[in-house]
């Protein structure tokens, strides 16, 4: 009994190829019954063209046929549509042409239908060679889709993995930045206090001059190496408040106005402005540093805008998970940023102004929004512009900051001190020496932790200036020894790594102030006149 003919198709269309007409209509008659849609052709070299310009479900077509067999059509139809099936149909066919048809890709080989059960087979064999094709064409969208799918996750995984490698570069260059500042402040320190002892001692105006631009160039010197510890910088004693964003960048707006409108008109150029706030909530941070941060993407974007254009600010909220990010998006139409250098573009001292600038600006403003644990980025396409992105998270609470009732102490003329001086650096040390002599304290001093203890246990201090970073036993050590030993001494931390310093590790310790290097004399007296105040830097 044969096979039950399939249900009616859904009008697939197949191109019916057979040199002898009758066989043609025949065979195109019995298909269009069963629902196929249907087109033939007895000449294999138009059937060429036909599956060229048109694409079918299914070529059926005879083996042996003048100008072009079917193992000849299948050829041309694998090289142009090479997911169509091809079906191979004879009269008189044998073991070897039906093995080369399946080996050149054909999707089955049959006998034209004699009667009815060969006609029934014929159909089902037709229909399975649809479904095959039906499967193998999901299966290769599948795979395709797959494929897109893999690629665009290795895309993503290979940006994540190049964001890591340059925050680790950052991290690792931050070290080493973090490291020279140190030093640096070191060295600073002694020009620095060198310059204003000798301007208290020399009054000849001539080289009092001189003595002032020393001690402006070491002032100068310290705010860059400042800039420097700002890019490493996460604060452990940060105050930040509760800042209205778009009122903040209204400021930073008039603030660079001279630069974006009026040195740009001067020099024939226009630039246009355009700001677009949303309703952002209030975010928390330092306001003065947030401003730089703006200040140098405003800066950068009128210098990529030689020839004029437009800058635009806008600012709007993003949700991230369980975070809310208030986003400032910052875009230029300017030049642009070649993308053999966009990698380099936060690096400290990377800079594309020669001589005109310093590196510190973009590699500043990353370390600064990084200690807001915020998020810099920048996309840029050279010839079009670039735009920043600076997210900075929502503040969920209004910090309240308690007045430094400190500050307003009223304080009369320091009484003569007994000070303890504690520093490895000898140079550092006897330049704080003086500075303190100058003011008729009786200043004692140590090149050690061990040697300041020793001290220590024979006599006793109003203060004690300590470095931090020392051979042998650290100021945090040599802290906790003298409030054991003399709980009613006060003492002052003086370090090049200033601010980076934790608070709570720092009251912990007993330590009262902490003094960035370079001090200068000022923040000495000042220091010896109110030992008592809280902690401060």
Not at 272 to 279: A, E, K, R, T
Not at 302 to 315: F, N, Q, Y
Not at 486 to 504: F, H, R
Request: charged letters at 25%; glycine letters at 6%.
């Amino acid at each position: 009994m044969s096979e039950p003919a399939a249900t009616i198709s859904s009008g697939e269309r197949i191109l019916v190829v057979d040199d002898s007409k009758v066989q043609l209509f025949a065979m195109s008659t019995m298909l269009k019954k069963e629902g196929f849609d249907v087109e033939s052709t007895h000449e294999p070299l138009t059937a060429k063209n036909m599956i060229e310009q048109k694409g079918y479900d299914l070529l059926l077509c005879d083996l042996i046929m003048p100008d072009m067999d079917g193992i000849g059509l299948l050829r041309v139809s694998k090289s142009k549509r090479p997911t169509m099936p091809v079906v191979i149909m004879t009269a008189f066919g044998d073991r070897e042409s039906a093995i080369q048809a399946l080996k050149e890709g054909a999707e089955d080989y049959i006998f034209k239908a004699s009667g009815d059960r060969e006609r029934d087979e014929f159909i089902i064999r037709i229909r399975r060679a649809l479904e095959r094709a039906k499967l193998q064409k999901k299966i290769f969208d599948y795979q395709t889709h797959l494929e897109q799918m893999v690629d665009e996750r290795t895309q993503e995984l290979k940006a994540t993995q190049d964001q890591l490698v340059q925050s680790e570069r950052l991290r690792s260059l931050g070290v080493i930045t973090s490291g020279v500042a140190h030093d640096f402040n070191n060295i600073l320190a002694v020009i620095l206090g060198r310059s204003q002892l000798l301007s208290q001692k020399i009054h000849d105006t001539d080289v009092s001059k001189d003595l002032d631009m020393i001690t402006r160039s070491a002032l100068k010197g310290s705010a860059t190496i400042k800039r420097m510890q700002d890019y490493t910088r996460i604060r452990k004693d940060e105050r930040f408040e509760s800042i209205a964003l778009n009122s903040m960048l209204e400021e930073v707006i008039e603030m660079t106005k001279t630069r974006w409108q009026d040195e740009s008109n001067s020099l024939g150029v226009t630039i246009n402005l355009q700001s677009q706030f949303g309703d952002v909530p209030l975010v928390s941070g330092d306001a003065s540093e947030l401003k730089d941060v703006f200040i140098n993407i405003i800066f950068n974007s009128v210098d990529a805008m030689r020839e004029g254009g437009t800058l635009s600010i806008r600012t709007y909220t993003e949700q991230i998970e369980n975070t809310l990010w208030v986003v400032t998006e910052l875009s230029d139409t300017g030049c642009g940023i070649p993308e053999n250098i966009q990698s380099k573009v936060f690096d400290p001292f990377f800079t594309t102004k020669n001589q005109h600038g310093s590196g510190l600006g973009m590699s500043t403003a990353y370390g600064i929004v990084q200690r807001h644990r915020g998020h810099l980025s920048f996309k840029s396409t050279p010839g079009e512009g670039t735009t920043f992105y600076v997210k900075l998270m929502a503040a969920l609470f209004v910090q309240q900051l308690a007045p430094d009732v400190a500050r307003a102490k009223e304080v009369g003329p320091p009484k003569p001190l007994s000070v303890l001086v504690v520093d490895d650096d000898e140079a550092v040390r006897t330049t704080l020496v003086e500075m303190l002599e100058i003011q008729d304290h009786e200043v004692h001093q140590a090149s050690s932790g061990k040697e300041a203890i020793r001290m220590i246990e024979e006599r006793s201090f109003d203060i004690v200036f300590t470095d931090l970073g020392m051979p042998g036993m650290s100021g945090w050590e040599v802290s906790q020894e003298i409030k054991k030993r003399a709980p009613q001494t006060n003492i002052v931390m003086i370090t090049g790594w200033g601010s980076q310093l934790d608070k709570e590790k720092a009251e912990q310790t007993g330590i009262q102030r902490i003094l960035p290097k370079p001090v200068s004399f000022d923040e000495i007296v000042r220091a010896v006149t109110d030992f008592g105040l809280p902690l401060k830097s």
